[in-house]
């Protein structure tokens, strides 16, 4: 529940895998609404925008206007594509 296949962000990976962390902002909808780059390989650096075509399954209470921060790595390999995974919720201490 926590990983998503994401779309290839870069189609001339090298043979060695990349990996960027992020901070993503979503909406009651489960829809991501803002992304803000950490760390990582730099040609991931715009991964962010790829983001906002993934629905993620998130549960909120009706008509909230809630938005939840969550932290998240993005893994990309020749062999595997590239995958989003959400570190659980108590991992996002600060948003520094």
């Known amino acids: 529940m926590r990983t998503v296949k994401l779309k290839n ?3 001339h990976l090298d043979a060695k895998p990349v990996s960027a962390e992020f901070f993503l902002l979503f909406n009651s909808t489960g829809k991501v609404e803002e992304t803000s780059f950490i ?6 650096r715009s991964a962010g925008e790829a983001f906002s075509e993934v629905k993620f399954n998130m549960t909120f209470p009706p008509g909230s206007s809630a938005r939840i921060v969550r932290r998240g790595i993005v893994l990309c390999s020749k062999v595997s594509g590239c ?5 659980t919720p108590n991992s996002v201490t600060s948003v520094k």
């Open 83 to 87: 995958n989003l995974v959400l570190y």
């Open 9 to 11: 962000l870069n189609p």
């Open 39 to 44: 760390s990582g390989a730099d040609q991931l």
